[in-house]
């Protein structure tokens, strides 16, 4: 098990804490930081990809990410989910397609929103995904999204 994160201090933390074999890696904002192609059968992200408010940057890690999968590797990943892009407390959200970049702050000030499963399932399989499956949820003892959608899908097998 591998991570990266953009924290210096984080990655730091987890190369000196750690005790298993892994490689921890500092990401650039852009990509995964992680420098083998083909290499993961399974990468995971979790409560990250919708505290980015630049869709050009999402969707450079997206593609990153199939880079780092092996062929036939499973990515799995949720963001938020709502009809609307304002959330309980009337802070703004973006679409997924919007690079908001002068969005005020991110993690939790200005996530984004996925409104429409047939417009993220089309955007990963443009970046190259497949066997996408979908499923929306009602979030819990969140005021930011009223549900997460939750994504599983492939690197194509050669």
């Known amino acids: 098990m591998d991570g990266c994160d953009l924290s210096e201090a984080n990655v730091n933390y987890c190369r000196a804490n750690f005790n298993f074999p892994s490689q921890f890696y500092k990401a650039n904002g852009q990509d995964t930081g992680v420098p083998f192609s083909n290499y993961y059968d399974f990468v995971m992200t979790t409560i990250s990809l919708q505290h980015i408010p630049v869709y050009d940057i999402r969707r450079s890690i997206l593609e990153d990410i199939l880079r780092v999968l092996k062929p036939g590797g499973r990515f799995s990943f949720q963001m938020g989910y709502g009809p609307d892009l304002l959330d309980s407390l009337g802070r703004p959200r973006s679409g997924y397609f919007e690079n908001s970049f002068g969005a005020n702050s991110t993690n939790g000030n ?45 690197k194509p097998s050669m």
């Open 110 to 154: 200005h996530d984004v929103r996925v409104t429409s499963v047939a417009e993220l399932e089309n955007d990963l399989y443009e970046i190259g995904f497949t066997g996408i499956r979908a499923q929306v949820r009602d979030s819990f003892s969140d005021l930011g999204h009223p549900q997460w959608i939750y994504i599983h899908c492939l």
